[in-house]
């Protein structure tokens, strides 16, 4: 794919950028070992107030950046300023956190026969980011501020179709202080990012993407005997019971399919209706999806945007086709628009059997699958009936069913009564094939630091 900027909603290619030449690639490396030796050294004080400074100029350039990003990939703008203000979240929470988070843990000296011990987190070095387009700004944010709180530096390989914001970026965090070279954006192709991974300088990695990619970089990691966090695909099943307030969980499932022009890892796709309420909860979802307003992503009233690029709109019809060819039935939606862009309304299918290939696969797009059941075994049978594993939402108010889809659900994460969705504050990541390592919260700075022990006698 070549590294350009190409307006979703129409189709045309806006700006073209050169890949790094091989020895420009060998020097950004260069400078990145040579920044990280410097700044492992400097203070938390110190790389606080810099992630502040970055928190702010997000939220002062929030208009234009949202601008770009719905120019790039096609979200709503209303989606895009969420996004930024949720960036300038995470700066600020790490800025807050860090030191604590990080900070050294003495452990029973007496038990190890020692005047004192502690575990002390350490950086481990240049770190390499492979991040994905569908939400262009915070997936790089949630590995950045950590990242560099830590006392890391970051190497950011974007996607090829998001490359202004890719740049902004390295740009914005130049600006808000941080010593040249600690974040960089590496406008390479995915044919380079082995090279990378294998290089010396580079410690560790991190990838958002796909479950093939995923397993690309940890083979190649694990070869190279590197640190990987890895998020991947998914899944999710959306669990209704007879107990759920229906109309509630219709409107937030119409969201939790269709946000981001539904091109979210942890967008709901597997809707799960105890067959007491399946007819009920089936019209309240086919209204809420039904009442979604397609078009001009720019446009206050637009709900749907298109779809980053026509290789994903062309992924999602052929699902859809194979599916309604096998036996599906199309409650709403089913068929592109005939206009200009990469458009593709909300759709809900019922009637997904075995045979069907999204019964398996992941559809990048708002598509929803509708499945009743008879009990509560059954839908869980049913939900972790999945090699993913990433999010998983449960809708019940008896206290024993909650306690049930907590245990059992065989994901990374189970919101009840809400949509999984990521914060700071919380780790993030999945099992399976959906991946492995965690986000935010406490362990996900942790992830890219050295846990090393100190015993003193």
């Not at 987190?121 to 980011?129: D, E, N, R």
């Not at 309420?277 to 307003?293: C, D, I, T």
């Not at 045979?355 to 499945?371: D, I, K, N, S, T």
Request: aromatic fraction near 8%; charged fraction near 20%.
């Amino acid at each position: 794919m070549p590294i350009a900027t190409t307006n979703p909603a129409t189709g045309q290619v806006l700006r073209t950028f050169d890949p790094l030449t091989a020895a420009e690639l060998d020097d950004r490396l260069a400078r990145a070992a040579a920044a990280f030796g410097s700044y492992r050294r400097t203070s938390y004080e110190q790389r606080a107030g810099w992630m502040r400074a970055a928190a702010d100029l997000l939220d002062a350039e929030a208009q234009a950046t949202a601008e770009l990003m719905t120019l790039e990939m096609g979200k709503t703008l209303k989606a895009a300023k969420a996004e930024i203000g949720k960036c300038a979240a995470g700066c600020r929470y790490y800025a807050e956190h860090a030191a604590s988070m990080l900070a050294n843990e003495p452990v029973d000296a007496a038990a190890v026969k020692a005047s004192h011990a502690y575990v002390r987190w350490q950086p481990l070095g240049p770190v390499l980011a492979v991040m994905p387009w569908n939400f262009p700004l915070w997936q790089a944010m949630r590995f950045a501020a950590p990242a560099l709180m830590a006392g890391n530096v970051g190497l950011l390989k974007h996607a090829s179709n998001v490359p202004q914001t890719a740049l902004y970026l390295e740009d914005l965090f130049v600006r808000a202080g941080f010593p040249a070279d600690v974040f960089q954006t590496l406008l390479i192709g995915s044919d380079l990012v082995e090279s990378v991974l294998r290089d010396d300088r580079v410690a560790a990695a991190t990838l958002t993407g796909s479950t093939p990619a995923g397993r690309s970089v940890a083979a190649i990691a694990g070869d190279a005997l590197k640190h990987t966090v890895l998020e991947l695909g998914g899944s999710d099943p959306f669990v209704v019971m007879p107990s759920a307030d229906l109309e509630r969980a219709a409107q937030v499932a119409a969201v939790a399919r269709c946000q981001n022009n539904g091109q979210s890892c942890i967008a709901a796709k597997r809707f799960i209706v105890h067959e007491q309420v399946a007819e009920e909860f089936e019209e309240l979802f086919a209204g809420e999806l039904g009442a979604l307003v397609v078009g001009d992503p720019t446009d206050a009233a637009t709900d749907v945007g298109p779809l980053a690029t026509k290789q994903g709109r062309d992924d999602v019809e052929e699902l859809v086709a194979d599916a309604v060819s096998k036996g599906a039935t199309v409650v709403l939606g089913g068929s592109r628009p005939e206009s200009p862009g990469w458009f593709y309304p909300p759709t809900l299918l019922t009637g997904i059997t075995r045979q069907m290939r999204m019964y398996a696969e992941e559809v990048f797009g708002p598509v929803a699958q509708l499945h009743r059941v008879a009990d509560l075994d059954e839908a869980i049978a049913l939900a972790n009936d999945t090699e993913f594993g990433l999010g998983s939402n449960a809708w019940t108010n008896d206290p024993a069913e909650q306690e049930r889809f907590a245990t059992e659900l065989q994901a990374g994460m189970v919101f009840v009564n809400g949509m999984t969705a990521s914060y700071p504050e919380l780790p993030f990541g999945g099992i399976g094939t959906s991946g492995y390592g965690r986000e935010l919260g406490q362990l996900g700075i942790r992830e890219f630091c050295s846990a090393k022990t100190v015993w003193v006698g």
